[in-house]
């Protein structure tokens, strides 16, 4: 009797005033403030009349691109939105809902950090709609917010929730990045080298030994460091953000070679990485609630 309880007040909860967005799996979405209290803004699901779910974001000032996929290929629609936070460079958060079989109403996100609103897009050949995001986790370690090495990833819908879409993620030779750049469809390279009209950090991607090469002249030559951070990460991430058996420590000494010990062990590069959401979604999917 207890577990009904939730239930029996939602569904004698009046649906709150607000805008009208749309009707999805027969529940009409309507957008308002937050409660009093709550900044922000609120999204509620409503059937006949009563709450089904209310999702409250205190930090969103805006919530938009709703749209209606099957993102997970089990023929039900899911409903893709976003929200949007404000600030410098800042910030969406991806949200899919979905209903639990149950009457109610489940989601899942994946906070996006710096950077515009993305899509979703179908690519020829592969089996669900995919997402290409960019990394931010290092904005600002090394230096401004331009100079961000943002190695791009992709995430699809699974039973879970969000995860990475391991086919176009997944690297075949260690520092090249993923192997469909080189291996996959055209229209999978395509979408790996191409976002929104802008070339990515993956549209040209060099031998692991010609960056080392270079590396090791920066090393040499002893640059303001800023360059060489930079460079280094960049490497560094080529291995590791599409090969999960990347040894960090290993990848360090190599760049070093000339001069050992001149990155210090890089322990800032180490701790960005650990809260990447590649580095999160390897560890587990971002789940529905």
């Excluded at 004698?12 to 009208?20: H, K």
């Excluded at 020829?124 to 370690?141: I, K, Q, T, W």
């Excluded at 590791?240 to 210090?264: H, K, Q, T």
Aim: hydrophobic share 40%; net charge positive; proline share 7%.
């Amino acid at each position: 009797m207890a577990l009904l309880l939730p239930l029996l007040f939602l569904a004698a909860t009046p649906c709150p005033r607000g805008e009208r967005i749309m009707t999805w799996q027969g529940m009409t979405m309507r957008r308002h403030e937050a409660p009093e209290g709550m900044d922000g803004v609120t999204i509620s699901f409503c059937r006949a009349g009563g709450l089904v779910r209310r999702f409250d974001q205190p930090d969103a000032l805006r919530w938009d691109g709703f749209k209606v996929l099957d993102l997970d290929g089990d023929g039900q629609p899911e409903l893709a939105s976003s929200y949007w936070t404000g600030g410098a460079h800042c910030c969406f958060t991806q949200v899919v809902f979905r209903t639990n079989g149950k009457g109610g109403v489940i989601a899942t996100r994946l906070a996006q950090q710096d950077y515009g609103e993305s899509s979703w897009r179908r690519l020829p050949g592969y089996p669900r709609p995919v997402m290409l995001l960019y990394d931010f986790s290092s904005a600002y370690a090394f230096g401004g917010f331009a100079e961000t090495v943002t190695m791009p990833y992709v995430v699809e819908i699974g039973p879970q929730g969000f995860r990475l879409a391991a086919q176009l993620m997944q690297a075949r030779e260690p520092g090249w990045g993923p192997a469909a750049l080189r291996d996959g469809p055209a229209a999978w390279a395509s979408f790996l080298r191409r976002n929104d009209g802008n070339d990515t950090r993956l549209a040209r991607v060099q031998a692991p030994e010609k960056r080392l090469e270079a590396l090791h002249g920066l090393v040499k030559d002893d640059p303001g460091k800023g360059v060489l951070l930079r460079a280094a990460e960049e490497h560094i991430k080529l291995y590791c953000y599409y090969d999960a058996r990347c040894d960090v420590p290993g990848l360090i000494r190599a760049i070093e070679g000339p001069r050992p010990g001149m990155l210090g062990g890089f322990p800032e590069l180490v701790k960005t990485m650990r809260e990447s959401n590649i580095s999160k979604l390897r560890r587990a999917p971002a789940g529905w609630r």
